[in-house]
């Protein structure tokens, strides 16, 4: 997609999904030099994981030939760390780097959120999308038993790619009640395609057992995961399985807006009607402002880039479409929200952060997240408090008071780069 020898871009756009990629295609369609960092060696994000060659989804494609057609340079294998105003400095395994930019575009995207129960650490018990990533990315799963829980759409998803990859699939568990998946449900009648997708999982699916009002409650085996005991309907269940694909939602990725200063509000990046953060040279689209799916992070990244190129005017016409997006994504994050007795699923000894090996029981000893950090190290490890942070966020009901540099674990050398700009500056 071009040659990365020079840093220093017009418009750098940061993640390379659905978002960053119609946002950096809009941007240097109208003349703008364009670079997209991203941390794999693909662009296409977590969606199109296997790359948008190999992706059967039309737009994937489409999207593909308009970023290269652009002539958008893609900076792969990238791992940012921190932030300077107009600077982001980056790694890979190798050397240090520094991306300079007029304008800058987030578009992170969103990791699952993981509630801790008994067992949950027991290997074999996985993200449902980190399953899904890495049998795209090779690991054997036909003929194993894939017991699926947790809430929201992507269950589904997951487990009819996994059923159709040849996997078992004993149960299906979806925490929301029926009540309010009825609720959705009537919600997409006046959205055909929406409908049309449901019922091709639910085709994709036929006689693998759906569950509402359902969640697992303890994972049990001695080296790795052999059953999986469920709340089913007031009642336990334990069911046999090899895998337990298991994910509560999603959570966006704000760190790199909380770095910049941008302003948030109830976990999700404030923006404009073109996308543009509290700082002014900084946009975001996708899922950092809201969890609402490929559809409207494809219409917010577009947003953003012909925002950031001054074309307001085509902006516009965009945003009924986003607006008419967001509100299926309000509804579709009310049916899927979390129902208090998840609370329950920790018990005293059970493991919280994993990277510090911190219990439940110490963390309820104080009063926020800076103070069970101070004390117990909780959310200092390799995660940064990906994983913890938004558990500790449902189960005791804290919030991250502050993002520090670096993001990720980051390289001597890297560090010393960033001395180096940051006195440049």
Same mark, same amino acid.
């Given at each position: *997609? ?18 960053? +990629? ?22 296409? #994000? ?21 970023? *290269? ?23 890979? $395994? ?6 300079? !930019? ?23 018990? +996985?993200?449902? =999308?980190? /399953?899904?990533? *890495? ?14 829980? =947790? &809430? ?8 009819? !790619? ?26 997409? +009648? ?31 085996? &001695? &080296?790795?995961?052999? @059953?999986? &005991?469920?709340? %089913?309907? $007031? ?7 090899? !895998?337990?694909?298991? #994910? ?37 689209? =996708? ?17 953003? $880039?012909?925002?950031? @190129? ?21 509804? /579709?994050?009310?049916?899927?929200? /979390? ?25 309820? %000893? !104080? ?12 959310? +200092? ?7 913890? $942070? ?24 890297? /560090? ?10």
């Amino acid at each position: *997609m071009g040659d990365t020898s020079a840093h220093k871009f017009e418009l750098l756009v940061v993640g390379g999904g659905p978002a960053g +990629m119609a946002a950096a295609a809009s941007a240097a369609e109208r003349g703008l030099r364009v670079g997209i960092v991203d941390d794999n060696e693909k662009v296409g #994000g977590q969606i199109w994981r296997q790359g948008l060659a190999s992706s059967p989804e039309p737009e994937a494609s489409d999207w593909s030939k308009r970023v *290269m057609s652009a002539g958008v340079i893609f900076i792969r294998g990238r791992v940012f760390h921190q932030a300077a105003p107009d600077v982001l400095l980056a790694e890979d $395994g190798d050397s240090a780097f520094k991306l300079e !930019y007029d304008k800058l575009i987030v578009a992170t995207g969103a990791r699952e959120r993981f509630l801790p129960f008994r067992g949950w650490t027991i290997p074999n018990v +996985m993200g449902a =999308g980190g /399953l899904q990533a *890495m049998v795209k990315s090779g690991l054997p799963i036909e003929g194993k038993r894939v017991a699926v829980a =947790g &809430t929201g759409p992507l269950l589904l998803a997951v487990a009819a !790619y996994l059923h159709k990859h040849g996997a078992k699939i004993p149960i299906v568990c979806e925490q929301a009640s029926w009540k309010h998946l009825l609720q959705f449900g009537i919600g997409l +009648m006046n959205q055909p395609g929406k409908i049309k997708q449901a019922l091709q999982l639910k085709g994709e699916l036929a006689g693998v057992p759906f569950s509402p009002n359902s969640w697992p409650i303890a994972a049990t085996g &001695t &080296t790795a995961l052999e @059953s999986v &005991t469920i709340s %089913r309907g $007031g009642r336990t269940e334990t069911i046999a399985c090899d !895998y337990l694909a298991c #994910g509560f939602h999603l959570v966006p990725n704000i760190e790199l807006p909380l770095l910049l200063g941008c302003r948030i509000h109830g976990g999700y990046v404030c923006v404009d009607n073109l996308q543009r953060t509290t700082i002014n040279n900084v946009f975001c689209a =996708g899922e950092p402002t809201g969890i609402g799916g490929v559809e409207l992070a494809l219409v917010e990244g577009q947003i953003a $880039g012909l925002g950031a @190129s001054g074309r307001n005017f085509e902006a516009q016409k965009l945003f009924r479409q986003r607006e008419s997006l967001r509100r299926f994504a309000s509804r /579709l994050n009310r049916a899927f929200s /979390l129902r208090p007795e998840l609370r329950n699923l920790a018990s005293p000894d059970t493991i919280v952060c994993r990277c510090e090996d911190v219990r439940y029981s110490r963390l309820k %000893r !104080y009063a926020s997240w800076r103070s069970a950090k101070l004390e117990t190290r909780c959310g +200092m490890g390799a995660c940064q408090g990906r994983i913890c $942070g938004p558990a500790t966020q449902f189960l005791l009901k804290w919030e991250p008071e502050s993002v520090r540099p670096p993001i990720f674990p980051a390289r001597v050398e890297s /560090l010393t780069c960033a001395r180096t700009a940051a006195a440049a500056k």
